[in-house]
């Protein structure tokens, strides 16, 4: 039922409206004037005043035509990865890409996308169906900072799905990990490095001793840690006083988050003690975990979307955080689903028409499906 030349069109559109993370303003408006004209009550919260970005979330909310059905939300955001001003996008052989010299934008304009279409054709269709939300985020790829500065009392929907991940459509991301960063400072005590070493402490080896002793990379099929960013010293002769060190572990699995975590602050403590420096570690975390089971009713209703449109469901635990991991930890059971697009936060990036179809496509039958208990 949907126009697929008319949904081509608007995806063109949005790739061309620059949105990189923190200059969210003109897709903002743009997005507010095509919601409204849905028929959305489209409100923007005040997240932009604690994020400092160009805009804040739109919260829009679309009455139902059916009384006592559930209320459901999905969920996109608005913003880019760099580079992503001046996208200049062409259509070959069943794909839209960038010229090369920019990323595309389909992530997540793509879900967008999806979405304008889903609905605009259930409402051009007079297809019944209960109240839906759009939470429409800015500052997901700067750490999910929209969603988290999001004020949980204006969601207010049953439950949800993200049209926001990689992969073909049909996969539903069921399982997906928390994330924890550990920002370490090493205070060290400088010395000339020739003429008198032994009354330095170094805080390069001070941190490196402490990252030998971590578990790093694949810790198990739930778990994962890394190191990415290290900075320290000022010139070849000076033994370091000062080093920075930032890490972060991710799990599916609270407890194992937390013994990950416990293993790399240890390992910083230790080191420092050991060779008579001093270290302050910032411990937070990101967003928080979710995983639901294929007899819960969010993933229920997505499995039944996808056959509805003709694919395959494939229940997917993933390793990485989307402002489905914020949502669903205020309690709203949310689902994170593939829509497509291939090689994301790249100058390769492109978006399968076929999937942009498909994932329109399931936002009506996600609608569809949602609105009986």
Same mark, same amino acid.
């Given at each position: 039922?949907?126009?697929?030349?008319?949904?081509?069109?608007?995806?063109?559109?949005?790739?061309?409206?620059?949105?990189?993370?923190?200059?969210?303003?003109?897709?903002?408006?743009?997005?507010?004037?095509?919601?409204?004209?849905?028929?959305?009550?489209?409100?923007?919260?005040?997240?932009?005043?604690?994020?400092?970005?160009?805009?804040?979330?739109?919260?829009?909310?679309?009455?139902?035509?059916?009384?006592?059905?559930?209320?459901?939300?999905?969920?996109?955001?608005?913003?880019?990865?760099?580079?992503?001003?001046?996208?200049?996008?062409?259509?070959?052989?069943?794909?839209?890409?960038?010229?090369?010299?920019?990323?595309?934008?389909?992530?997540?304009?793509?879900?967008?996308?999806?979405?304008?279409?889903?609905?605009?054709?259930?409402?051009?269709?007079?297809?019944?169906?209960?109240?839906?939300?759009?939470?429409?985020?800015?500052?997901?790829?700067?750490?999910?900072?929209?969603?988290? =500065?999001?004020?949980?009392?204006?969601?207010?929907?049953?439950?949800?799905?993200?049209?926001?991940?990689?992969?073909?459509?049909?996969?539903?991301?069921?399982?997906?990990?928390?994330?924890?960063?550990?920002?370490?400072?090493?205070?060290?005590?400088?010395?000339?490095?020739?003429?008198?070493?032994?009354?330095?402490?170094?805080?390069?080896?001070?941190?490196?001793?402490?990252?030998?002793?971590?578990?790093?990379?694949?810790?198990?099929?739930?778990?994962?840690?890394?190191?990415?960013?290290?900075?320290?010293?000022?010139?070849?002769?000076? +033994?370091?006083?000062?080093?920075?060190?930032?890490?972060?572990?991710?799990?599916?699995?609270?407890?194992?988050?937390?013994?990950?975590?416990?293993?790399?602050?240890?390992?910083?403590?230790?080191?420092?003690?050991?060779?008579?420096?001093?270290?302050?570690?910032?411990?937070?975390?990101?967003?928080?975990?979710?995983?639901?089971?294929?007899?819960?009713?969010?993933?229920?209703? =997505?499995? =039944?979307? +996808?056959?509805?449109?003709?694919?395959?469901?494939?229940?997917?635990?993933?390793?990485?955080?989307?402002?489905?991991?914020?949502?669903?930890?205020?309690?709203?059971?949310?689902?994170?689903?593939?829509?497509?697009?291939?090689?994301?936060?790249?100058?390769?990036?492109?978006?399968?028409?076929?999937?942009?179809?498909?994932?329109?496509?399931?936002?009506?039958?996600?609608?569809?499906?949602?609105?009986?208990?």
């Amino acid at each position: 039922m949907i126009n697929e030349q008319r949904l081509l069109d608007e995806f063109l559109e949005l790739v061309q409206t620059d949105s990189e993370t923190g200059e969210e303003r003109t897709i903002c408006e743009l997005l507010k004037e095509k919601l409204t004209a849905l028929g959305f009550h489209v409100t923007e919260d005040d997240s932009a005043k604690q994020t400092g970005h160009g805009a804040g979330n739109l919260i829009a909310n679309l009455e139902g035509t059916m009384e006592g059905a559930p209320r459901i939300y999905f969920t996109s955001h608005m913003d880019t990865v760099s580079p992503g001003k001046g996208i200049k996008p062409a259509v070959e052989n069943g794909w839209v890409v960038s010229d090369g010299s920019t990323i595309l934008g389909s992530d997540d304009k793509a879900g967008l996308a999806a979405l304008l279409e889903g609905i605009r054709t259930v409402r051009e269709h007079q297809l019944p169906y209960g109240p839906v939300q759009l939470i429409i985020t800015a500052g997901e790829e700067s750490g999910l900072v929209g969603s988290k =500065a999001l004020d949980p009392e204006l969601i207010r929907s049953d439950f949800g799905f993200a049209m926001d991940s990689n992969g073909p459509v049909g996969h539903i991301i069921t399982s997906a990990p928390s994330q924890v960063k550990i920002f370490a400072k090493i205070y060290g005590r400088a010395a000339h490095a020739g003429v008198n070493p032994e009354d330095g402490v170094s805080a390069i080896q001070v941190a490196s001793r402490a990252i030998a002793k971590m578990p790093l990379g694949r810790i198990d099929d739930e778990t994962t840690a890394n190191i990415g960013q290290f900075r320290g010293g000022t010139a070849s002769n000076v +033994v370091s006083e000062y080093a920075e060190v930032l890490a972060e572990a991710r799990s599916r699995n609270e407890a194992k988050l937390k013994k990950q975590v416990d293993r790399m602050v240890e390992a910083y403590e230790k080191a420092a003690e050991e060779l008579g420096a001093r270290v302050e570690l910032d411990v937070d975390v990101m967003y928080p975990a979710f995983q639901y089971e294929e007899s819960d009713p969010v993933v229920q209703k =997505a499995v =039944a979307a +996808v056959k509805k449109i003709g694919r395959q469901p494939k229940l997917i635990a993933s390793g990485g955080g989307s402002d489905a991991n914020v949502i669903a930890g205020h309690g709203i059971p949310t689902v994170n689903l593939g829509v497509g697009y291939e090689n994301i936060h790249t100058t390769s990036e492109r978006m399968p028409i076929e999937e942009l179809n498909k994932a329109a496509e399931l936002v009506v039958a996600l609608i569809d499906v949602s609105k009986e208990q």
